[in-house]
């Protein structure tokens, strides 16, 4: 009885695990996307002939081409990118799988899976990890790890898993009062995808807010500094610096809260009515509840970091432009952040039912099941 007991216990501490089951069920959704493509890894970068062939009539494919293409050869991609800034700035992800090819290009479509798989695991092994430090249960970390935006990222060869799974590290490594390694792994989610700022902005702000302004400028430096810096390389070297609003056929940043999805109606008003019903309980909402709970409780409760990163990413949520909020997959990618800060924020204040209300999220697996935007 006591060697099987031993034996359970070392099963639930192993396969029992949130990160486990996200990267099976993420593993199995790949193994499916593979079969259906023949076995062909290029399959998940999704290429199109416009820009693989230069043919302005040809098919558009998506995001992930574009890390391919500059994972593929780093210094003569800008003529197969849609904006060339604008790509090269989330330079981590494809540089980091180019490394791991050891020379042989043949393996790129693979490592650049890879890559992402490991990101998602251990993003969400280190929010278990912080959800167990703040007092609740680890199993609210499988929201994150099976959230639609994340596996979909993970199958089309998206920046999204690498930077999130860094901004856990930097989050994981505050709590551990290590605040310089959680400024450089901030700027590493920065330089995989421009969104982490939004946390690495809030743990800045908190040490200013909290008088600690020798720490508050380090933190700066560490976290921004090399940003700035690729900003500036890539403004020299293409005319433009990366940040803006999207790639090609984007439209600008809004200046009315919710007006990216308002515009929908100019076009259908149905169509409003469809993404409304979708798109409100999924983002809107979370997004209107984050502002007014972060909002109540920062000037009462102090500038905790994860308060101000809730605010900052729901705020942030409120002004994207049109393209994005036309586009389910693209809200669900931007939205990650705020489905990561929601579970930090409820897990700090051991708030369980919102907690609980998270696994809702769940309901975006029906995305997984129908490609046809792609």
Known sequence: MKLQSKHSNLLECWFARPWLVALIL?????????????????????????????????????????????????????????????????????????????GRPEWLPWTLVWVNLAALAAGTALLEQLLLHFGVSRWYAVVYGLYAGQLMS???????????????????????????????????????????????GAYGLHLLLTERWRPALRFGLLAAGPVAIWQMILWRWLGAPGIGSGGAMATSFEMIPLMGLGRIASVSPAALLLYSAILGPLIVLPT???????????????????????????????????????????????????VAAVLLYAGLRRNRRVLNYSFGWLATLAFLFKEGPL
């Open 288 to 338: 209107l509840w984050a502002l007014w709970v972060a909002g109540r409780e920062m000037p009462r409760r102090g500038w905790h970091p994860i308060t101000l990163a809730l605010f900052f990413n729901a705020a942030a949520l409120l002004f994207l432009p049109h393209s994005s909020w036309r586009e389910f997959l693209a809200m669900l990618r931007l939205s990650t952040g705020l």
């Open 154 to 200: 993970v199958r089309l060869d998206l920046n999204e898993p690498l930077s999130y799974g860094l901004v856990m590290g930097a989050v994981w490594a505050f709590e551990r009062e290590r605040p310089n390694w959680s400024a450089i792994l901030f700027a590493l989610a920065a330089l995989a995808k421009e969104t982490a700022l939004l946390f690495a």
């Open 26 to 102: 993420c593993l199995l959704y790949l193994s499916v996307i593979l079969a259906r493509n023949g076995g062909d890894p290029l399959a998940f970068a999704v290429i199109g002939s416009r820009y693989q062939q230069g043919d302005p009539a040809g098919t558009d494919g998506y995001d992930g081409q574009f890390v391919y293409y500059v994972a593929l050869d780093p210094a003569g991609a800008p003529d197969k990118l849609d904006a060339p800034a604008y790509r090269y700035q989330r330079i981590l992800y494809p540089m980091l799988a180019r490394c791991l090819t050891l």
